[in-house]
């Protein structure tokens, strides 16, 4: 089945182990996170370390180690972990991203333009924090 906005495995991942780094009283390492979450380690793995590369994460090493975030959680947006596994969100006027149409209108009326603002403002106005004491 198609969509129009598509979360990927990775930036999934990304989300929600930043949620549970975020919630953790101490460091938690991807072994503990890849069980919670029933994901591949190695993938999880990659994706922690592009968000260590980002800084929002920093990596400690050694039997106790694990993850912990590098930024406080009212600073890091749902926008900001999205954008730093699948890269800035466009905005294109055209959902096929064609420079030339046989219309003189949009056939979709401009509706994939508006869904795809709808979820970046969504991310963009929430911030870790929010979830760190959430029932979730």
Do not use: W
């Not at 592009?50 to 009212?74: A, D, E, I, M, Q």
């Amino acid at each position: 089945m198609a969509k129009i906005v598509h979360l990927s495995e990775a930036a999934s991942l990304a989300i929600h182990s930043m949620v549970l780094i975020a919630k953790s009283d101490s460091h938690i390492n991807v072994n503990m996170i890849a069980q919670e979450m029933g994901a591949s380690r190695n993938h999880l793995a990659k994706v922690l370390q592009l968000l260590v590369k980002y800084n929002y994460l920093k990596s400690v090493r050694g039997p106790s180690g694990g993850f912990v975030l590098n930024v406080h959680p009212s600073e890091i947006t749902l926008l900001d972990i999205y954008q730093a596994i699948e890269g800035k969100i466009e905005t294109p006027e055209c959902p096929l991203d064609r420079q030339v149409c046989p219309f003189d209108k949009c056939l979709l009326g401009g509706m994939v333009k508006d869904v795809t603002e709808q979820f970046k403002t969504y991310f963009e106005g929430q911030t870790l924090e929010k979830f760190i004491n959430e029932p979730y």
